[in-house]
């Protein structure tokens, strides 16, 4: 009888990214969502994940990152990004590429009656613009 399974499945997968993500929340649950934004598409506006981190994946295209501490930078189809979520604010997720779209697949750790997403209003940006990194240098 062959066997129901491929016997190489190890050899199947490749770690892309392994992270060390802060406390998670007994009662977190997990949704994921994939997002597509049209070429040049300056993504979602400033926002944070209050409930927990979150993990992508980009599938096609090349998104714009930028995390608060961090300075931006292009994610491409098949790299992986990470956010720790809570206060850390997230500027962009914006397309990169004026040219292509952008797909990226998101997990996000969530707890149950608070918003997976909340925006960050102008005057806390103001307040917390010490925090951002500007980008490098072309």
């Known amino acids: 009888m062959a066997p129901n399974f491929d016997p190489a499945w190890e050899k199947a997968f490749t770690v892309v990214q392994e992270v060390e993500p802060p406390f998670i929340p007994g009662n977190a649950h997990a949704m994921t969502v ?3 934004y049209p070429p040049g598409s300056a993504g979602a506006p400033p926002h944070r994940h209050p409930g927990g981190p ?3 994946y980009v599938l096609e295209g090349e998104m ?3 995390l608060e501490g961090e ?3 292009p994610v491409r189809a098949g790299e992986a990004f990470w956010e720790p979520g809570g206060d850390v604010i997230h500027y962009s997720d914006g397309n990169n590429r004026d040219d292509i779209k ?3 697949v998101v997990t996000m750790l969530c707890v149950p009656d608070q918003p997976m997403l909340t925006l960050v209003s102008q005057e806390e940006l103001a307040a917390r ?3 951002r ?3 490098a240098p072309s």
């Open 34 to 36: 994939v997002l597509e």
């Open 54 to 56: 979150a993990f992508g």
């Open 64 to 66: 714009l990152f930028e």
């Open 71 to 73: 300075p931006p930078r």
């Open 102 to 104: 952008v797909r990226f």
């Open 129 to 131: 613009s010490h925090l």
């Open 133 to 135: 990194v500007p980008a």
